[in-house]
């Protein structure tokens, strides 16, 4: 499965890096998917097996950036 987050909404507020910073890591206040591939606005990363912390983070954004793809 892959998570995909939208940086055309994303407003960077760093709520996704304080609750999985397995996934996500801000540099010069702009946040992103570590070790993403880009399309376009898109960035994308394959996961293994969806764990609780990515969940979380795609539940506390708030402007729906995030989702998991099966
Ligand atoms: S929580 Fe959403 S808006 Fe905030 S930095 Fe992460 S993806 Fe961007």
Redesign the pocket.
């Known amino acids: 499965m892959k998570i995909i ?1 939208d940086k055309s ?9 304080a609750v999985c910073p397995e996934y ?1 890591e801000m540099e010069n206040g702009d ?1 992103k998917l570590k070790n993403s591939k880009k399309e376009g606005e898109l960035l994308k990363v394959e996961i293994e097996k969806e764990i609780g912390s990515v969940k979380e ?1 795609i539940e ?4 729906q ?2 989702k998991l793809k099966k």
Do not use: Y
């Open positions: 987050q909404k994303c407003i960077n507020c760093g709520s996704c890096v996500f946040v983070a506390i954004c708030p402007v950036a995030l």
